[in-house]
């Protein structure tokens, strides 16, 4: 690439970057204001009401309240038993978390141990989970390559231009895994989670896109979780969490090759592209080449001195070429192509050009 090329691109994603940061300044800083006052006003509440309780006071209990959430304890409901966070499901999700590399964040090792495991974990899982993508990813590119192939056949019976048909094949093969991949899990995740739709597109495209915020994660809310079978009720968030992360799973992948064949279609043409640009400096060179750019001089056709200089080269024309006449008549007859008949034919050969 380029170094100015490299530039553009770089001060492109500057610009991108900065107005982002203008929108989201724009559009948050009033809800965060408006949580702070209403902070306030409830801590006045609370000491208003609670003469007993002083300030001081107020301040250590939400010194322990913030700790016991930075330990990773849910605060919406102080029950006398504990409810870990750290069961089966929740850490195989956040196992999952590790090596897709999302990091939703609102689970996390608190431990000096726990840290240094995470980090052993990550360094040998995040590369076995990336063979395991290019595995199925390249599999699920054949199938989609196959179904494209099939839907290309159908609009080609059809007589449709071939250009027109794999546009519409790709286009079409795009919305039916977006369909499978967007649009079925925002609905579960809506329905399951209670979260709103634009909550759970949210959710789905941060996900597979590998953000991870962390500000909305499945199975957080356990009583949400409480499936019931025939045979019995079971704790949904158990089953459910290795569910979504088989989600995720397969849509990274479906991503990776969507992505790879755009990027495929975008190469092949910037190598037309290019080829058609070579093709026109070609040409151009070529025309260039033969065209003649002198623009003559108004003032030569009156200059006298110029004039008898072209009747001069006139008439020394016509002498060398009475002369190479004879020369050449001799050269046929068996005669010598010696060095004053080769001048004779070039300065005739000029003359006609």
């Not at 490299?6 to 900065?18: C, Q």
């Not at 141990?113 to 360094?123: D, I, M, T």
């Not at 009475?322 to 005669?335: C, D, K, Q, S």
Request: proline share 3%.
């Amino acid at each position: 690439m380029r170094c100015t090329t490299l530039t553009t691109l770089l001060t492109g994603v500057m610009l991108y970057l900065g107005m982002g940061a203008l929108v989201f300044v724009t559009l948050e800083t009033p809800k965060e204001s408006k949580a702070h006052v209403n902070l306030l006003k409830a801590k006045q509440d609370f000491l208003s009401n609670n003469s007993c309780v002083t300030e001081v006071n107020f301040q250590e209990l939400v010194k322990e309240l913030v700790s016991a959430v930075e330990a990773g304890l849910d605060i919406s409901s102080l029950s006398a038993n504990l409810t870990s966070r750290w069961d089966m499901g929740s850490a195989f999700f956040f196992c999952g978390t590790i090596i897709t590399t999302i990091g939703f964040g609102n689970l996390s090792p608190r431990t000096w141990l726990g840290q240094l495991f995470c980090v052993c974990y990550a360094l040998v899982g995040i590369p076995m989970f990336g063979i395991l993508l290019a595995g199925v990813g390249d599999h699920m590119g054949t199938v989609l390559r196959r179904a494209v192939a099939k839907i290309e056949k159908l609009f080609l019976k059809r007589k449709i231009r071939p250009t027109t048909v794999r546009v519409m094949s790709a286009v079409l093969s795009i919305l039916i895994g977006c369909l499978i991949f967007l649009a079925v899990p925002t609905v579960v995740f809506q329905k399951v989670e209670r979260w709103s739709f634009l909550e759970s597109l949210y959710f789905v495209v941060i996900t597979l896109t590998t953000v991870g915020f962390g500000d909305f994660v499945p199975g957080a809310d356990m009583h949400h979780l409480q499936y019931f079978s025939s045979g019995g009720g079971y704790e949904g968030g158990t089953i459910f969490k290795p569910l979504v992360l088989l989600w995720i799973v397969f849509g990274l992948a479906y991503f990776a090759s969507i992505l790879t064949m755009i990027g495929n279609w975008l190469r092949v043409l910037s190598k037309r592209t290019r080829a058609e640009m070579e093709e026109l400096r070609a040409h151009a060179t070529d025309w260039t080449q033969n065209m003649d750019f002198r623009i003559p001089n108004p003032l030569e056709f009156n200059d006298p001195f110029l004039l008898q200089r072209r009747r001069w080269k006139r008439s020394e024309r016509r002498r060398i070429r009475r002369g190479a006449h004879g020369t050449l008549g001799h050269w046929v007859r068996g005669g010598s192509e010696n060095g004053h008949f080769r001048e004779l034919r070039m300065l005739c050969e000029a003359e006609d050009a």
